[in-house]
T-cell receptor
Framework: GAGVSQSPSNKVTEKGKDVELRCDPI?????LYWYRQSLGQGLEFLIY????????KSGLPSDRFSAERTGGSVSTLTIQRTQQEDSAVYLC?????????????FGEGSRLTVL | AQRVTQPEKLLSVFKGAPVELKCNYS??????LFWYVQYSRQRLQLLLR??SRESIKGFTADLNKGETSFHLKKPFAQEEDSAMYYC?????????????FGRGTQLTVWP
């Protein structure tokens, strides 16, 4: 596809359930990022991938959060035992190079609502 | 630690008025600064970067290292400028490539 693709676009789940969010970056982009966008909180960095490895996981808020990337392409963000405070829009972005030129290409996001 | 501060959560101006969205940063290395914009129902996208010294959609931003600021300015705001604006910083020398975002400023331009 032409841009970063994320699925699902909307997810409503019950507290305590696990969720998986998927990101399909732009073809050829080696760097992939997950951010969380909460009302009034701006963009919170979660994790960064270069290829399949994650040199920076410092933003993951707890051990309930994990992410993987396979084949240097698709990434999955998994939230286990979801809590209401996990409700947010989860944004994925990709870029061509590791050293940051600053242009991240963002997906439309996955809106997660935890009831 | 890297910090990006956008002191205004909300900013409203009338069409044709000048607008300035403030951004201050705290970083001891060699920062690279950017402005990203998110229009209603659209993706977050890059607006401009300081290294390019460009004007995009009439917006400019000058990096002031003395004041550690990177304010976004436009002399005559238009209704279509209404959007959420994020200031972002990266470490040019870092191999991690991570962007640090401010909390954003919601700009509303009234007709």
């Amino acid at each position: 596809g032409a841009g970063v693709s994320q699925s699902p676009s909307n997810k409503v789940t019950e507290k305590g359930k696990d969720v998986e969010l998927r990101c399909d970056p732009i073809s050829g982009h080696t760097a992939l990022y997950w951010y969380r966008q909460s009302l009034g909180q701006g963009l919170e960095f979660l994790i960064y991938f270069q290829g399949n490895s994650a040199p920076d996981k410092s933003g993951l808020p707890s051990d309930r959060f994990s992410a993987e990337r396979t084949g240097g392409s698709v990434s999955t963000l998994t939230i286990q035992r979801t809590q209401q405070e996990d409700s947010a829009v989860y944004l994925c972005a990709s870029s061509f190079r590791r050293t940051n030129t600053g242009e991240l290409f963002f997906g439309e996001g996955s809106r997660l609502t935890v009831l | 630690a890297q910090r990006v501060t956008q002191p205004e959560k909300l900013l409203s101006v009338f069409k044709g008025a000048p607008v300035e969205l403030k951004c201050n940063y705290s970083y001891s290395g060699s920062p690279e600064l950017f402005w990203y914009v998110q229009y209603s129902r659209q993706r977050l996208q890059l607006l401009l970067r300081h290294i390019s010294r460009e004007s995009i959609k009439g917006f400019t931003a000058d990096l002031n290292k003395g004041e550690t600021s990177f304010h976004l300015k436009k002399p005559f705001a238009q209704e279509e400028d209404s959007a959420m604006y994020y200031c972002a910083l990266s470490d040019r020398g870092s191999t991690l490539g991570r962007l640090y975002f401010g909390r954003g400023t919601q700009l509303t331009v009234w007709p």
